[in-house]
Structure formats: structure tokens, C-alpha cells
């Protein structure tokens, strides 16, 4: 399986694993329509899409548009599905869009993959910890929880915690692929939807699938433009800008955070590995770093004179 077709592989993790690929001997093909969200105003001048250009046979289209599907489906052997929309908050106020690009795009990918003669024989998915929600806890010594989202009373009175019904205290565990799938943002939906036509399409079809759920993805290249990237960009840009840090709720809330290079290794090896099939794998370190933790690293790390201030302000 040498041909390889990466959707949005001119983003941040597309663009780094074509070039792996790309060192390993493989054919790669990208298909990106370089989002100015992503890319900037002047595209065709991105580092990332400078990264690529001659080095994949790069399709400049839409995953919305099927000629262009068409076109980069291909003589392909496996299809890497990074193209979306991303951003929890952002999706709660572009509904239409993260629908048509990542619903309808991925559905469109599909309807082509079952009525076009094709050599697709794996299909890649990247999902999101997005689908988990709020995650998993455990209440007191007992049973597992996925408790829905805090509600804006509590967080008004400084009440940041996750609790039960009867304001019991619980205690975050690891979100483990077997966890309650329960998405708290519309982005979180739409992934959802997405491993389940892949799943459903995908065996219909006899075509093997891996969907792989990011956690965290951080690293060299990372745009510190883009608000949307999470919040190792936003502490950096502010930081770089002389400005304090304002660090929501009180700082404690954890995420996995994992490295663009190990992201990468473990994509590939979904690739390559005959194990890796019709599965469902998080993509993560295992380790939970607090907020404020990431904050003060940051601050050392730019060896910067600025402020961490601890706010109590929170997102709906």
C-alpha cells in the first residue's frame, strides 16, 4: 500500500505526516483547500503548505467538492481523512459549516469510495477526544461516571469541579477507548458521525479502518495564529507579546498533551501495522497536565517577565 492520499495534509499534523511518508518511500498525494484560518490571508506563502509543495503531488480542492474527491481518490491505497473543521467553542456558533465539512465532506469521500472504481483498501480516520465529552470519573470507591457538563450557576460561584447530583466531589480517571461516548460541543458531534459512517461504510465495503482519537497535539509548526489550536499557541502568542497570562477557572482542569512527532509515529503505524485493523485507538501520552502547570513551563521556557494570573473566568 505505497499510495497514500492525506485529506487536509497541508495542515499542522497533515503536512508533518506526508513528509514522513514522504521520507519512508511513500507516494503521497494531499488534497487541501489551505483554510485561511490555517494558512493566512496570502496561502500559497504558509509554512506549512511551503513544507509540502514538491514534495507530494499536492491537489489544491475541497473534500465538499466531488470532482475534486474524485479526482484525489485515484490509483490511491489508503486515505488518511484529516480534512475538518476544528475548535469545540467555535463550533457551537458555525453549526452549517463544521456539518457540510466534516459530515457532509466525509460522507461525500464515502459515496465516492462505493461508486467509483477504486484501490482504496484502508481508510484512516482522524476523530477527536472530543467524542468522550467530559470524560470519565469515579465517584467515591465505586463505579465509573461520565457526568454531563458543569452548569453556569456553579461556575458563577467559583465551583469548578466535577461533581455528582448530590454535589459529591469526583475524581477524574483516564478516558479509555471503552469510555461512554458523549460529545459536549458540536465539533465533539460531528466526529462522532463521522467514525460511525466510516464504520458502517467502511465494512459494507470490505475496505479495513483505523479511527484514531487525537488527544492534545502540540509541536514545532504549530500556528500561533490560529485561535482555535488549543492553548499551548494562545499562552505562547501571549507571551511573545509581553502579556500577562489569564488562566480560566482555577487553573486545575487537566488534558493529554502529546507531541506532533509521536502523533505522527502512531499514525503510521495504524498505517502499516496488519494488527491495526477495523480499530478504534487513542492517540495520547497518558499523562494529565493541569493548566497551570503548561502555563508556568511556558513562561520559564521563554525565559519571559510576565504575570500568571489565575482569574476564575470560565466558557460557558
Same mark, same amino acid.
Given at each position: 500500500?505505497?499510495? +497514500?492520499?492525506?485529506?487536509?495534509?497541508?495542515?499542522?499534523?497533515?503536512?508533518?505526516?506526508?513528509?514522513?511518508?514522504?521520507?519512508?518511500?511513500?507516494?503521497?498525494?494531499?488534497?487541501?483547500?489551505?483554510?485561511?484560518?490555517?494558512?493566512?490571508?496570502?496561502?500559497?506563502?504558509?509554512?506549512?503548505?511551503?513544507?509540502?509543495?514538491?514534495?507530494?503531488?499536492?491537489?489544491?480542492? /475541497?473534500?465538499?467538492?466531488?470532482?475534486?474527491?474524485?479526482?484525489? +481518490?485515484?490509483?490511491?491505497?489508503?486515505?488518511?481523512?484529516?480534512?475538518?473543521?476544528?475548535?469545540?467553542?467555535?463550533?457551537?456558533?458555525?453549526?452549517?459549516?463544521?456539518?457540510?465539512?466534516?459530515?457532509?465532506?466525509?460522507?461525500?469521500?464515502? /459515496?465516492?469510495?462505493?461508486?467509483?472504481?477504486?484501490? @482504496?483498501?484502508?481508510?484512516?480516520?482522524?476523530?477527536?477526544?472530543?467524542?468522550?465529552?467530559?470524560?470519565?470519573?469515579?465517584?467515591?470507591?465505586?463505579?465509573?461516571?461520565?457526568?454531563?457538563?458543569?452548569? @453556569?450557576?456553579?461556575?458563577?460561584?467559583?465551583?469548578?469541579?466535577?461533581?455528582?447530583?448530590?454535589?459529591?466531589?469526583?475524581?477524574?480517571?483516564?478516558?479509555?477507548?471503552?469510555?461512554?461516548?458523549?460529545?459536549?460541543?458540536?465539533?465533539?458531534?460531528?466526529?462522532?458521525?463521522?467514525?460511525?459512517?466510516?464504520?458502517?461504510?467502511?465494512?459494507?465495503?470490505?475496505?479495513?479502518?483505523?479511527?484514531?482519537?487525537?488527544?492534545?497535539?502540540?509541536?514545532?509548526?504549530?500556528?500561533?495564529?490560529?485561535?482555535?489550536?488549543? +492553548?499551548?499557541?494562545?499562552?505562547?502568542?501571549?507571551?511573545?507579546?509581553?502579556?500577562?497570562?489569564?488562566?480560566?477557572?482555577?487553573?486545575?482542569?487537566?488534558? /493529554?498533551?502529546?507531541?506532533?512527532? /509521536?502523533?505522527?509515529?502512531?499514525?503510521?503505524?495504524?498505517?502499516?501495522?496488519?494488527?491495526?485493523?477495523?480499530?478504534? +485507538?487513542?492517540?495520547?501520552?497518558?499523562?494529565?497536565?493541569?493548566?497551570?502547570?503548561?502555563?508556568?513551563?511556558?513562561?520559564?521556557?521563554?525565559?519571559?517577565?510576565?504575570?500568571?494570573?489565575?482569574?476564575?473566568?470560565?466558557?460557558?
Amino acid at each position: 500500500m505505497k499510495n +497514500i492520499l492525506i485529506t487536509g495534509g497541508a495542515g499542522f499534523i497533515g503536512s508533518n505526516l506526508a513528509l514522513k511518508l514522504n521520507s519512508l518511500g511513500y507516494s503521497v498525494t494531499v488534497l487541501d483547500h489551505l483554510s485561511e484560518q490555517i494558512h493566512g490571508s496570502n496561502s500559497e506563502n504558509s509554512p506549512l503548505y511551503q513544507s509540502v509543495l514538491g514534495k507530494v503531488n499536492f491537489i489544491k480542492g /475541497d473534500v465538499t467538492c466531488r470532482e475534486d474527491v474524485e479526482k484525489s +481518490i485515484q490509483n490511491q491505497d489508503v486515505i488518511i481523512h484529516l480534512a475538518a473543521e476544528t475548535g469545540t467553542g467555535q463550533s457551537m456558533y458555525e453549526i452549517e459549516k463544521y456539518s457540510r465539512v466534516n459530515v457532509y465532506g466525509t460522507a461525500l469521500i464515502l /459515496d465516492v469510495l462505493v461508486n467509483q472504481k477504486n484501490a @482504496v483498501k484502508k481508510f484512516i480516520l482522524a476523530s477527536s477526544r472530543a467524542v468522550y465529552g467530559e470524560g470519565k470519573y469515579q465517584k467515591g470507591n465505586f463505579e465509573a461516571v461520565y457526568p454531563e457538563s458543569r452548569s @453556569v450557576a456553579s461556575m458563577q460561584q467559583g465551583k469548578f469541579e466535577m461533581t455528582d447530583e448530590n454535589g459529591e466531589i469526583l475524581q477524574a480517571l483516564a478516558t479509555d477507548e471503552n469510555s461512554k461516548l458523549h460529545p459536549t460541543s458540536y465539533y465533539g458531534l460531528t466526529k462522532l458521525q463521522q467514525e460511525q459512517m466510516v464504520k458502517l461504510v467502511c465494512k459494507s465495503i470490505g475496505v479495513k479502518y483505523v479511527i484514531l482519537r487525537y488527544q492534545n497535539v502540540f509541536g514545532v509548526g504549530q500556528s500561533l495564529l490560529n485561535p482555535y489550536t488549543g +492553548i499551548l499557541s494562545i499562552f505562547s502568542t501571549q507571551i511573545l507579546n509581553a502579556k500577562n497570562l489569564n488562566i480560566f477557572e482555577d487553573g486545575l482542569m487537566t488534558r /493529554d498533551f502529546i507531541n506532533i512527532e /509521536d502523533t505522527v509515529e502512531a499514525t503510521i503505524k495504524s498505517l502499516e501495522l496488519e494488527s491495526a485493523n477495523n480499530e478504534i +485507538i487513542n492517540v495520547g501520552s497518558g499523562i494529565a497536565t493541569d493548566v497551570l502547570t503548561i502555563a508556568n513551563i511556558l513562561v520559564h521556557s521563554y525565559a519571559k517577565n510576565i504575570s500568571i494570573d489565575i482569574s476564575g473566568d470560565y466558557r460557558v
